[in-house]
């Protein structure tokens, strides 16, 4: 039951980090260059896509976070038995991460590139910064990844350790005889 409620809280958290993902992507800066007599400046609209990016990534952070403190990070806590479910939870762990960080790059970097505003061109040959097309949307595809190999992991995780029983040998040295 535990296990349950949470996935569904993780799978809630990353549809939640999705949604904004995909807003910010469709909210991203564009910009204007505007003349002022022999000046040239950059003329932005709204700036929502860089907070819309920095909850993105927060609620991925709390996803990952619960994935990770309710299996002990996979290295802290009793060993799990040998099985195929072990084997298929570290590799689930190691992809897991690794997705996390590309989704976690890709979202603070769009962040950070549509809060950067160019106040003034020297010429007009320089454009206006502003975040390229996609860099959002695939933060948004690897949140996606993200959610399935983390609830795979645990469920993995869960598995290996199912049913497991307690050392049942006599762990000490016996020295009764001497």
Not at 130 to 138: I, L, Q
Request: with cysteine; aromatic share 10%.
């Amino acid at each position: 039951m535990a296990s349950t409620l949470l996935l569904v809280v993780v799978f809630v958290l990353d549809l939640i980090a999705f949604a904004l993902a995909v807003a910010a992507e469709q909210r991203r800066n564009t910009a204007s260059v505007e003349t002022r007599g022999n000046d040239h400046y950059c003329r932005y609209d709204s700036d929502i896509a860089t907070g819309l990016g920095v909850g993105s990534l927060l609620f991925l952070i709390a996803s990952q976070i619960l994935i990770m403190v309710a299996s002990r990070c996979l290295c802290c806590g009793k060993a799990m038995r040998p099985s195929g479910s072990r084997a298929w939870a570290i590799v689930l762990f190691i992809t897991c991460w690794v997705f996390f960080f590309i989704a976690g790059v890709c979202l603070l970097a769009a962040s950070v590139r549509n809060a950067y505003h160019t106040k003034y061109l020297s010429d007009l040959s320089h454009s206006c910064k502003k975040v390229r097309k996609g860099v959002f949307g695939a933060g948004a595809a690897f949140i996606v990844l993200t959610g399935i190999v983390s609830e795979l992991y645990y469920v993995s995780y869960s598995k290996a350790n199912d049913n497991q029983l307690p050392y049942g040998r006599d762990t000490g040295i016996r020295m009764g005889s001497l």
